[in-house]
């Protein structure tokens, strides 16, 4: 037989062959989903028990393929492809019935009313313009004036003092002398007066330096003339404590005179009064003093023994 034909023939009767499986196929499957026809019921009346039983072991191993042989029962195919777009596919849903058999019910959904939202009411603020503080005001100070310079001192004169000038005075010590209506006047520019005191001086051997007495403070009345820097003039009055012990010193010994008796060569010892002069004396600001010389006190000699 000719090798060509012989080709042929294998070929025809492989064709034949799967032609039938595919029709065996196509009934095999359209018999399994329709009911079978037997003519006697060949399901058991047995409840499926699916416990475990007392000679049933644990399972310690599952192959994986049996997942693969059921796809293939299902009817997919080797590959993922069928798989996977069964597992896109929509799942069919089924309406639940309850144990009396009744019809399905299917629940009707009413829709809740949408909560209608009332908007609150925005704050409504009225702008205020802004305060602003006032600065403080600068206030120039008043540069200072210069003033020509004080070159002359104060001249100072009147004065009535108490008790009278040449008054032998009571005690040696704490004799108060008093004067009123002095006046000073220290002439234009002046740099105002700074103090005006009474001044006195026991003349004789154990003479001391002038002794002075307490500032006589403002002026009963009077000042500048016409403003500050012109001439000052003004009247004063103060006091004065004159002590024998203050102005003498007593180491010179005295003052001690013999004097003879007239009805004999003998020589007694006599001795005489103490003289006390007073002065008024005063300063300017700018340090230029005046004085004036108002008279003469005595005291005891005694005041020396």
Request: with cysteine; charged share 15%; glycine share 12%.
């Amino acid at each position: 037989m000719d090798s060509r034909l012989a080709r042929w023939l294998a070929l025809t009767a492989f064709a034949v062959l799967i032609a039938g499986w595919f029709a065996a196929a196509l009934h095999l499957t359209g018999a399994s989903a329709g009911q079978p026809g037997f003519p006697f019921n060949l399901r058991s009346n047995l409840a499926a028990d699916y416990g475990a039983g007392p000679e049933a072991g644990r399972i310690t191993s599952l192959r994986i393929s049996i997942i693969s042989d059921l796809l293939k029962d299902l009817g997919f195919g080797g590959d993922d492809s069928g798989l996977l777009e069964g597992l896109d596919s929509p799942v069919p849903t089924a309406t639940a019935r309850n144990f009396q058999g009744d019809p399905p019910f299917t629940a009707t959904v009413t829709p809740s009313p949408t909560p209608t939202i009332t908007p609150s009411p925005t704050p409504t603020s009225t702008p205020r313009p802004p305060t602003r503080t006032p600065k403080p005001t600068d206030t120039e100070e008043p540069e200072p004036t210069e003033l020509p310079d004080d070159i002359v001192g104060p001249t100072l004169s009147g004065g009535t003092l108490f008790p009278n000038l040449g008054t032998l005075l009571p005690t040696c010590e704490g004799n108060d002398i008093g004067i009123i209506g002095l006046r000073v006047v220290d002439p234009g520019p002046s740099s105002g007066i700074a103090w005006v005191k009474l001044k006195y001086k026991i003349l004789g051997p154990g003479t001391l330096d002038y002794q002075y007495s307490a500032d006589f403070g403002d002026p009963v009345s009077g000042g500048w003339t016409s403003g500050e820097g012109s001439t000052w003039d003004a009247y004063y009055k103060g006091d004065l404590t004159i002590n024998f012990s203050d102005g003498y010193a007593f180491t010179t010994g005295g003052k001690l005179f013999f004097r003879p008796w007239l009805n004999g060569p003998s020589a007694a010892l006599t001795i005489d009064p103490f003289t006390v002069e007073v002065s008024s004396i005063a300063q300017d600001n700018a340090g230029n003093q005046g004085y004036v010389l108002h008279g003469t006190y005595t005291l005891d000699g005694s005041c020396a023994g």
